[in-house]
């Protein structure tokens, strides 16, 4: 069975930052690629960063210069730093991979930017 689960959400005050990790089992993540979605009240879906099997990384304008994608094989996870954060990145994140394996979804993790 192959799961995606994300952590490392919380709340920060503006200027902050933290470190979303996705987890996967059941498939080799560095084969797909990743990408990091977020979701705020009231709004659609948008993305924000995204990394191929090959390695190349895909920003949102909004959080370029502020957000890195990232891979660490030897723990089959996908990472999103994300510093200076504003109250504008307050949403839920998901982590999707999408390859020869299937297209998955983890569960979500709420970031909170206030003061």
């Known amino acids: 069975q192959v799961q995606l689960v994300e952590s490392g959400g919380g709340l920060v005050q503006p200027g902050g930052s933290l470190r979303l990790s996705c987890a996967a089992s059941g498939i080799i993540l560095s084969t797909q690629a990743v990408t990091w979605y977020r979701q705020a009240p009231g709004k659609q879906r948008e993305l924000v960063a995204d990394?191929?099997?090959?390695?190349?990384?895909n920003y949102a304008d909004s959080v370029k210069g502020r957000f890195t994608i990232s891979r660490d094989i030897t723990k089959n996870t996908a990472n999103l730093q994300m510093n200076s954060l504003k109250p504008e990145d307050t949403a839920v994140y998901y982590c999707?991979?999408?390859?020869?394996?299937?297209?998955?979804w983890g569960q979500g993790t709420q970031v909170t930017v206030s003061s």
């Open positions: 990394i191929t099997n090959g390695g190349i990384t």
């Open positions: 999707n991979s999408k390859g020869l394996w299937g297209n998955y």
